[in-house]
């Protein structure tokens, strides 16, 4: 895999029909909605993303078949369009097996597996680390080209029992062989003091910024670490403009801007 360029865009894909929500939209409007935003960010620069089913929620211990269908018609539309991106593939839901098996269908680079070493206690209960099972799977599709990227006490959880930063990062590297680690903590100076931590123990894998990265923190953050995971900063003002009957939640200029920041003018 091509080393990929400092942003990595987060395309956040529209609620679907298993998110129990009453907002959920149709695989087709989906599908749409992730090639539209997609283009934006293409057209502004960006040259890596993944797709993420984050408004499915609540999440569960494991992906539903339904996720892993849906997210398939939406990478394979993905890499039809852009043949030339970085593609990864990140799903709510934990496992390595359902991420890894959609890229390797759709020809995506990497995947981003939240859990990978050690426990977390998160919304959905106890998760343990799938480090393991993503390097059998990785295997047995004989997909050793998709890289891996795990995130270290992922934000959104806390770990059980936890190891200090430095070693859980050695574990995931050394035994997960894990290709990049992505940091993410409860604010931009923890991320900050995260990163610190993290770079000796990396053994020369990239640091990814799991969130949290705008136009003004951008150039610090790169001073640590080699990527930026974006959404947020992405964001257009509400309320969205409407394209066939779907919102336009990201805003170009903002997209071209944090390009520009990062140093990324692919």
């Known amino acids: 895999m091509p080393t990929p360029p400092p942003i990595i865009a987060a395309i956040h894909t529209l609620p679907s029909v298993v998110s129990h929500r009453k907002d959920c939209y149709s695989t087709d409007q989906i599908v749409r909605h992730a090639v539209m935003h997609a283009q934006v960010a293409f057209d502004a620069g960006v040259r890596a993303w993944y797709v993420q089913d984050t408004r499915d929620t609540p999440p569960g211990p494991t992906v539903l078949p339904e996720t892993v269908a849906l997210m398939t018609l939406v990478g394979a539309a993905l890499r039809r369009r852009f043949p030339g991106v970085l593609q990864g593939i990140s799903l709510m839901g934990h496992g390595a ?78 035994f997960g062989h894990a290709d990049g680690l992505v940091i993410t903590g409860k604010s931009v100076d923890h991320t900050m003091a995260m990163l610190d931590e993290a770079k000796a123990a990396a053994q020369g894998a990239p640091l990814l910024v799991g969130g949290g990265a705008t136009v003004d923190n951008a150039a610090a953050f790169l001073a640590r670490a080699q990527h930026l995971v974006v959404h947020g900063a992405f964001a257009a003002h509400k309320p969205y403009v409407m394209v066939d009957d779907l919102p336009l939640e990201w805003d170009g200029t903002k997209i071209a801007a944090m390009v520009v920041a990062a140093g990324d003018r692919a």
Do not use: N
């Not at 977390?120 to 998709?146: N, P």
């Not at 770990?159 to 930063?165: C, E, R, S």
């Open 97 to 174: 097996r359902a991420p890894l098996a959609i890229a390797h269908a759709v020809g995506a680079q990497f995947v981003r597996l939240k859990v990978y070493v050690g426990a977390m206690m998160k919304m959905e209960g106890l998760l343990t680390g799938c480090a393991y099972d993503a390097l059998e799977t990785r295997r047995s599709l004989g997909a050793g080209d998709i890289q891996i990227f795990a995130d270290i006490y992922d934000r959104v959880g806390e770990p059980v029992a936890p190891l200090p930063l430095a070693e859980a990062c050695r574990q995931a590297v050394e």
